[in-house]
C-alpha cells in the first residue's frame, strides 16, 4: 500500500518541499497498529455535512476580491451571460470554502466530528502513534459543474489510503489521503477533492543535521532531514524581497524619485531622501566581490564547510547569499556568477550563486 | 575638521580591573563593582565622590544597580554607547565632555561581563529571538544564508583586502604572534607566558578562513573600570594623570553593523578614518606624534587597515609595516603592550584603554622607551571611536 507515492507530482514538489520522501521504508511499528491504522481505509469519517450558508454573491466577491481575480464572471450578471452562462457562477475553487465549518466550530466541535470511526477518532490514533503535528501537502481538484447562487453544497469525506512510515524534511510521519466529495441539494456531483496531509512526529528540537550540498538543497534521499534555517527577521520594509524570493524572482529596490537602486532595502532613498520606492527584478547575473569559508561555529541548518559570499549584481548592488556548484578550494574572488534558487523550505526560498562557467561548459 | 575645546580638558585619573578568567564564577555586577572600587581606589578617590557613570548599551549591569551597590550618591551624569565594541573609547569621551562642560566631576567609565562563561558573542546570532526592529531585520541578510558571526563578517573583509592589497594568512598570523609575545611576558594576561609562533598561526585550525583560530580574540569574564576628572583635579590625585588629549566617534557612510559590504570599497575601515582625522584636530598631533597604540584586534585582520585609516602607512602597506616589526616594543609604534585582546582578554576594548593609561603612566610590563602620546582604539566592523592619551609633557 504505497499509493501515496503519487505526491511526487508537480503540484505537492512545489508547494511544500516537506513532502519529499524517501520511498518505502517504514519503521518498525507494531502489527496491532498498523492493522487498526488499514481500518479505517476505505471508511467514511466524515459523513455527509452542508456548509452554513447556500452559495451567495457576498461570498462570492469577497473571496475573488482576496484572490485579487478578476474575472467579470463571478459578479456581473450581463458578463456572465455573455459567455454563456445562464448567470453569475462562484469561482470553481472556491468549492471547499462553501463547507468550511467556521471558527467557532473549530474551537468547539460538533458532535459529529467527535462521532466514533470519525475524522477526530483517526487524529486521537495518529497522535497516539506520536504523529502528533499536521501539515497539508498538496489537494487535487476535480470540478464537474460550475456553482450558482442558490446551491446548497455538502461534503463527505472518505479515507482512501494511509501510507507507511515515511522519514521527510519535517519528520518521520505517514500520509494521510482522503477523498472529499461534494454534492448539491439534489445530491448531485459537484467536485472531488483528493486531500493529502502529512501527519509527523516533530523532530527534536537541537538535533544536528546535516544538508547535502553546499548551497544546502533540502531533503534528500537517504539523509537526515536538516534542521530548518534560522528564519528572516521580516517586517514592513523587508517583506517584500522575501515575498518575491518565495516566487524565486530576485528584486532590487529602486527608488521611484531618482531611479537609484539599493540593497538592502529601507523606507527611505539614501540618494535623495525620497520614500517613494518600486522594485525591478535582477537578471540574475554577477560576480563574485568576496567571500567566506565557514568552518566552526556550526550551525545544524547547513553543512560545512560552508560558502557565504557577497555577489556585486551587474546591476550595481551586492547581496550576500551561498555559493553552490564549486569547491571551496576553487572559488575566486571576482568569478562570473548566475542566480539559482534554494527552496530551503516550505516557507524559505533565498537566492544562490553557481559560477556561471560551468553553467555554460 | 575643527580642533574644539576638548584637548587637555580631562584626565583619566584610575583604572582598575577584575582577574581575567573564562568562568569568574560570580555575576556580572559583583564584576562591576569590583571593577568600579578598584578604579576608584587607584584614583585615589571614593564611591561617594562619583557623580558620573558611562557604559555600553550591551552592558547588562545598569547604572543603578552598579551605583546603588558600590554606595555612590547623587549621580547628575549617565550615559551610554551603543555598538558593542565601538562604544569603548566613545565611553571615555562622553565623560570627558561631561567634565568639561561642568555635567559631573568624577566619572567612572565600566564594562563587565561573564563573556566567556555566560553569553558568548562568538557563537554568533542564529537562533536570537525575533522582532521587528530595524537592528533584527538587518539580520535578514546574513542568519538564513548561515552568516553568523563575527568572525564570519569579518573574513569577508579580509578576503577582499587579501584580493586587493595581496596580503596573505602570514600576514594576519604576525599581528597574533606580536600580540601572543606581549602578553607572555604580562601577569594579568590570559596568555600569560604563552607565546606563539607563525607556525602555530599557520597550523591552527579554520574558523571563518581566511580567518584560523588564532586570528580570533578569546572570550574573557571579567570587568574593567576607568574614572575621568578634570585634568586639574588629576594633578592632585596619586598618579600622573593621563590627560585626554584627543577623543572622537565615528559612524562612517553606509554603515551597518560589522557587514558594511555594500560600500564602493570595502578594504578600508571609513568610519576610523573620520575619528582619526578628529583625534588629530583637536590634539594638534599627528601621525609621527603617536609614540604607542593599542589597535582593537577582535580579529587580525582589521587591524591593517587601522593602521592605514591612522596614518601610519599608506594603503595596502600595513603588511610590510607589520613584517617591519614596527608593532614590538622598540619599533616605531609599540602596539598592544598588555598583549590586545587576543592575549590579555576580551574586555570590549576597555582593557586596551587601561593599558593606554600604564603607557603614559610608564608602567606597562613592556613598558617602551619615550611614550609621550598613545593612541587608542575602540571596536572596527561597527560605528566606533577612539582617544589621544598624554602625559604633561
Known sequence: MNGTSRSADGTSSTTNGASRTEDGTSSPASEAYEERLRAFVGREVTGPTPGQDPVNQPMIRHWAEAMGDRNPVYTDERAARATGRPGVVAPASMVQAWTMRGYAATVAPAARDTAPGGLAALVALLDEGGYTSVVATDSELEFRRELVPGDHIAVQETVESISPEKKTALGAGRFVTTVKTYRDQAGGLVATQRWRTLRFRPREAGRPRAERSTGGSAAQPGAEPPARRPRPAVNRDNAFWFEAAREHRLVIQRCASCGALRHPPGPCCPECSSLWWDTVESGGRGHLYSYVVNHHPRHPAFTYPLLVAVVELAEGTRLIANLDGVAPEEVRVGMPLVLDWLDADPDLSLPVFRPAATEES | ?393
Open chain 2, 1 to 393: 575638521m575643527r580642533a574644539g575645546t576638548l584637548r587637555g580638558a580631562a584626565a583619566i585619573a584610575g583604572i582598575g580591573a577584575t582577574e581575567f578568567s573564562k568562568d569568574s564564577g560570580r555575576s556580572e555586577l559583583q564584576l562591576a563593582c569590583e571593577a568600579v572600587l578598584a578604579a576608584l581606589a587607584d584614583a585615589g578617590l571614593r564611591p561617594a565622590d562619583v557623580d558620573g557613570l558611562v557604559t555600553f548599551t550591551a552592558e547588562t549591569n545598569s547604572e543603578i544597580h552598579v551605583a546603588r551597590n558600590t554606595g555612590m550618591g547623587e549621580v547628575s551624569f549617565f550615559s551610554r554607547v551603543g555598538y558593542g565594541g565601538g562604544a569603548g573609547c566613545g565611553t571615555v569621551q562622553q565623560a570627558a565632555m561631561a567634565v568639561a562642560t561642568g555635567a559631573a566631576e568624577v566619572v567612572v567609565c565600566y564594562r563587565a561581563f561573564n563573556e566567556r562563561s555566560g553569553e558568548r558573542y562568538g557563537l554568533g546570532q542564529a537562533d536570537r529571538p525575533m522582532d521587528t526592529s530595524a537592528d533584527r531585520a538587518a539580520y535578514a541578510w546574513m542568519t538564513p544564508f548561515g552568516l553568523h558571526t563575527p568572525a564570519q563578517w569579518v573574513a569577508l573583509f579580509a578576503r577582499r583586502y587579501m584580493h586587493e592589497y595581496g596580503a596573505d594568512g602570514d600576514d594576519f598570523g604576525r599581528v597574533a604572534v606580536v600580540d601572543r609575545k606581549h602578553a607572555a611576558t604580562n601577569p594579568a594576561a590570559w596568555f600569560y607566558q604563552r607565546p606563539i609562533t607563525l607556525e602555530d598561526h599557520r597550523s591552527s585550525r579554520w574558523i571563518a578562513e581566511p580567518l584560523r583560530l588564532l586570528d580570533c580574540c578569546q572570550e574573557t569574564d571579567g570587568g574593567q573600570a576607568l574614572v575621568v576628572v578634570s585634568a586639574e583635579r588629576a594633578r592632585d590625585l596619586p598618579h600622573p594623570p593621563a590627560l585626554i588629549h584627543g577623543a572622537a566617534q565615528g559612524l562612517g557612510r553606509d554603515q551597518h553593523m560589522m557587514t558594511s559590504y555594500y560600500r564602493p570599497s570595502i578594504s578600508g575601515i571609513p568610519e576610523m578614518g573620520l575619528v582619526a582625522r578628529q583625534l588629530y584636530a583637536q590634539s594638534g598631533l599627528g601621525p609621527l606624534d603617536v609614540d604607542a597604540a593599542i589597535l582593537y584586534d577582535h580579529f587580525t585582520p582589521l587591524v591593517l587597515p587601522q593602521l592605514e585609516e591612522l596614518g601610519f602607512c599608506a594603503r595596502g602597506e600595513a603588511k610590510d609595516f607589520i613584517a617591519d616589526g614596527h608593532l614590538e616594543v622598540g619599533g616605531r609604534l609599540p602596539a598592544n603592550t598588555h598583549g590586545g585582546q587576543l592575549g590579555e582578554a576580551y574586555l570590549h576594548g576597555m582593557n586596551g584603554i587601561a593599558e593606554g593609561v600604564r603607557l603614559v603612566r610608564g608602567t606597562s610590563v613592556n613598558q617602551p622607551e619615550g611614550v609621550g602620546h598613545v593612541l587608542v582604539t575602540a571596536g572596527t566592523g561597527v560605528p566606533t571611536s577612539g582617544l589621544v592619551l598624554g602625559g604633561e609633557r
